[in-house]
């Protein structure tokens, strides 16, 4: 078998046509990665490989085109029936000196990952599996053209039968699906022959095990049946004979009619043992938070998808599958429109988009929207772009409501004083976790007694006297505070004051930082990357850092502190930091003697307690104004938010205690010069192709002088 591996190699590289194809294949890989990866700055290789699928389908018939008919073509596919070896290794070996050439066109692709990697983090299992599935999806092509390579002894028509086969399969399924619709029988016998499907699962990085037993399974049926047409001539018919007939005709369609079998059979085991979630942020699967929630379960949830199965987008079918398949006391049901026409009127007066999902518990429900599933942002251009999905958020925050009921917690916003409003991002996390908020202006006015927490985030103009007492009041009463405070050039004497009456002195100066690893940029100290203090009872989790601008420090003595407040730490900063006047600019600060030497706390938790009622008070300290600014949030990967909403859970009690963030759409770019990237198209587009096909001609030239 390797004997004939071997040659069938050495016979497509020792002509031209072997370096051709390298060639062609190299300019075509070249141009997409450097298009996609190397100039756009997407680190993963799958944005490449889905663009080579159209080259890849071109040039594998010329490969594959020769394999047999050409044997058949000169007559010595009897030899090869007469040689002494089975003609099971001999078709193997074939399919894998292709396979063997499908390989090395990977290994070229698969350089890109390693030059990427030079220049930024590279998801490492996403561009491995991809790759993988580019693979497996060439050896798939090159089983079907074998087989029709078989059934001719011309070239050009076993060329021509395999791009119409690529062809078929690659439009058919779709346009099966616009004329007799989702749910026919002949749609779903015809998407059968879809063999790009699970190459596209592939490269999201969601491995299904369904898809690769489809690929194993369509690799195995072709090259039975080009064993079966190979060695047509091979058995003959006769009195001895017949048994050996039988078997060799019967056999193999009973063993293509196990692995059919055993396809229908795989698509009945849980998509928990079958498919995986090898994405760097777990995309696409149910995370160990909604795990936990679906353990303590007793009750049973039904959530209707208002769609049928093969109508539902893949992202919403993946999590539908971590749902029904992870408990046993959820169940998922599509609903497509044309089935359950009246579905929608039972649990909404409004239309129902198609998509939207209904969770139902006995008689209670909630409908989620299906535009509510994923977050857009719009771009300068005034498009809007996929940034998230929250289906699991969505799916999840619903059956908590269920489970506990719609008791929310009311928190209200301070405004008023230009204060720095509450990213959506946030606000939605909070409202899954059945928090709702409200903004509210204090002036003349008590803190109202529904309020559960109150949100005083960077004010950039002063309170009123009037105000300052009014939240002095609502302290005394036990009240929940969550405050940053005012940058440094914000005239807030009032909000200054309310601060320190808590215990602690605020500078009046921003903290500068001289720890490298505690600054966002080296020449600006003023941009603080900080974690949690370890004693700190609220944590990002995740290993995220959290970024503070312009924060001001705080300083307390334990010593001094009156009886009734305790102060933990949040954020303390570095030793050799300082704090000094230096506005909102983006200019450095350099020691003088009029800077206040450090270490400062830049967040703290205060702990207040009323004499008389013994109600006690927690009020939340962040010393950075823009805290919860978005545009600094993201620096961090949601970080802040992270924090605010542990901070939030914590302080103020809430029936539901799990809240699932948008999963964002977003990546970490690699970073090339235009200059490299012109290098690199040159080298990827013209020197090495050339140089392939200069070898091919040196070889061929070589040859014939021999």
């Given at each position: 078998m390797t004997a004939i591996m071997f040659k069938e190699i050495k016979s497509y590289f020792k002509s031209i046509f072997g370096w051709i194809y390298l060639a062609v294949f190299t300019f075509f890989a070249g141009a997409y990665f450097v298009g996609n990866n190397i100039n756009y700055g997407s680190p993963y290789i799958s944005d490449s490989l889905g663009a080579m699928i159209i080259v890849l389908i071109f040039l594998l018939p010329l490969l594959t085109m020769r394999i047999i008919a050409e044997e058949k073509r000169q007559k010595t596919d009897q030899f090869l029936i007469t040689a002494p070896i089975s003609l099971v290794k001999v078709i193997i070996g074939k399919f894998l000196s292709i396979c063997a050439i499908m390989l090395l066109s990977t290994l070229i692709i698969a350089i890109g990952v390693g030059i990427m990697a030079i220049y930024g983090k590279v998801p490492v299992a996403e561009n491995v599996f991809s790759l993988l599935g580019f693979f497996l999806f060439g050896c798939e092509c090159i089983a079907i053209g074998m087989f029709l390579s078989s059934i001719t002894e011309h070239q050009f028509l076993a060329a021509i039968f395999t791009y119409t086969v690529y062809i078929f399969t690659l439009i058919v399924p779709y346009f099966a699906v616009s004329v007799f619709g989702q749910d026919k029988i002949i749609t779903k016998i015809i998407s059968a022959t879809d063999i790009y499907k699970p190459f596209n699962g592939m490269l999201t990085g969601v491995i299904n095990l369904n898809d690769?037993?489809?690929?194993?399974?369509?690799?195995?049926?072709?090259?039975?049946?080009?064993?079966?047409?190979?060695?047509?001539?091979?058995?003959?018919?006769?009195?001895?004979?017949?048994?050996?007939?039988?078997?060799?005709?019967?056999?193999?369609?009973?063993?293509?009619?196990?692995?059919?079998?055993?396809?229908?059979?795989?698509?009945?085991?849980?998509?928990?043992?079958?498919?995986?979630?090898?994405?760097?942020?777990?995309?696409?699967?149910?995370?160990?938070?909604?795990?936990?929630?679906?353990?303590?379960?007793?009750?049973?949830?039904?959530?209707?998808?208002?769609?049928?199965?093969?109508?539902?987008?893949?992202?919403?079918?993946?999590?539908?599958?971590?749902?029904?398949?992870?408990?046993?006391?959820?169940?998922?049901?599509?609903?497509?429109?044309?089935?359950?026409?009246?579905?929608?009127?039972?649990?909404?007066?409004?239309?129902?988009?198609?998509?939207?999902?209904?969770?139902?518990?006995?008689?209670?429900?909630?409908?989620?929207?299906?535009?509510?599933?994923?977050?857009?942002?719009?771009?300068?251009?005034?498009?809007?772009?996929?940034?998230?999905?929250?289906?699991?958020?969505?799916?999840?925050?619903?059956?908590?409501?269920?489970?506990?009921?719609?008791?929310?917690?009311?928190?209200?916003?301070?405004?008023?004083?230009?204060?720095?409003?509450?990213?959506?991002?946030?606000?939605?996390?909070?409202?899954?976790?059945?928090?709702?908020?409200?903004?509210?202006?204090?002036?003349?006015?008590?803190?109202?007694?529904?309020?559960?927490?109150?949100?005083?985030?960077?004010?950039?103009?002063?309170?009123?006297?009037?105000?300052?007492?009014?939240?002095?009041?609502?302290?005394?009463?036990?009240?929940?505070?969550?405050?940053?405070?005012?940058?440094?050039?914000?005239?807030?004497?009032?909000?200054?004051?309310?601060?320190?009456?808590?215990?602690?002195?605020?500078?009046?100066?921003?903290?500068?930082?001289?720890?490298?690893?505690?600054?966002?940029?080296?020449?600006?100290?003023?941009?603080?990357?900080?974690?949690?203090?370890?004693?700190?009872?609220?944590?990002?989790?995740?290993?995220?850092?959290?970024?503070?601008?312009?924060?001001?420090?705080?300083?307390?003595?334990?010593?001094?502190?009156?009886?009734?407040?305790?102060?933990?730490?949040?954020?303390?900063?570095?030793?050799?930091?300082?704090?000094?006047?230096?506005?909102l600019g983006s200019e450095t600060a350099d020691y003088d003697e009029g800077a206040e030497d450090g270490p400062f706390r830049l967040g703290v938790c205060i702990n207040k307690t009323n004499r008389e009622t013994m109600a006690t008070s927690q009020i939340i300290i962040i010393t950075s104004g823009g805290f919860l600014y978005n545009d600094y949030d993201l620096i961090v990967s949601r970080g802040n938010t992270d924090l605010f909403v542990n901070i939030v859970t914590s302080i103020v009690d809430s029936s539901i205690k799990t809240t699932i963030p948008v999963k964002e759409l977003s990546y970490e770019y690699i970073a090339v010069s235009s200059g490299m990237v012109m290098i690199y198209a040159a080298i990827c587009c013209a020197i090495v192709p050339l140089a392939l096909i200069v070898a091919g001609f040196v070889i061929m030239i070589m040859r014939r002088r021999k």
């Open positions: 690769i037993v489809y690929i194993f399974s369509v690799i195995a049926i072709f090259l039975i049946l080009t064993y079966k047409v190979f060695a047509k001539n091979s058995v003959q018919i006769s009195a001895v004979g017949k048994n050996r007939f039988f078997i060799a005709n019967l056999v193999p369609f009973l063993i293509i009619a196990a692995i059919i079998g055993g396809n229908i059979g795989c698509k009945y085991i849980p998509s928990k043992y079958m498919q995986h979630d090898f994405t760097k942020e777990g995309w696409y699967t149910i995370s160990e938070e909604t795990k936990n929630v679906l353990k303590g379960l007793n009750d049973d949830y039904t959530i209707y998808v208002y769609a049928s199965k093969d109508e539902v987008d893949e992202n919403v079918k993946l999590y539908m599958d971590s749902y029904d398949s992870y408990s046993k006391h959820i169940k998922v049901e599509y609903r497509p429109q044309n089935k359950y026409p009246n579905f929608a009127a039972q649990y909404s007066e409004k239309a129902l988009t198609t998509g939207a999902l209904v969770v139902e518990k006995g008689s209670d429900f909630k409908v989620i929207d299906y535009y509510s599933l994923y977050k857009y942002n719009m771009d300068q251009s005034g498009q809007y772009q996929l940034v998230g999905i929250d289906v699991e958020g969505q799916v999840t925050a619903a059956i908590l409501a269920l489970e506990n009921g719609d008791a929310y917690v009311k928190a209200y916003c301070l405004a008023g004083h230009n204060e720095v409003p509450l990213p959506e991002n946030t606000k939605e996390r909070l409202n899954k976790a059945g928090y709702i908020f409200g903004d509210y202006y204090l002036l003349g006015k008590e803190v109202p007694d529904d309020c559960a927490l109150l949100i005083i985030n960077g004010p950039q103009s002063d309170l009123d006297e009037s105000e300052v007492e009014a939240i002095k009041k609502y302290i005394d009463k036990g009240g929940k505070i969550f405050m940053t405070a005012a940058f440094e050039v914000c005239e807030t004497d009032n909000y200054d004051a309310l601060i320190e009456s808590l215990g602690v002195d605020l500078t009046d100066g921003t903290v500068i930082e001289r720890d490298y690893n505690n600054k966002y940029k080296q020449d600006d100290g003023s941009l603080i990357l900080a974690s949690p203090d370890y004693a700190s009872p609220y944590q990002t989790g995740s290993n995220k850092k959290n970024f503070l601008y312009k924060a001001r420090g705080i300083k307390y003595d334990n010593e001094t502190l009156p009886v009734d407040t305790a102060i933990t730490d949040i954020f303390v900063s570095g030793n050799d930091s300082y704090a000094k006047e230096i506005g």
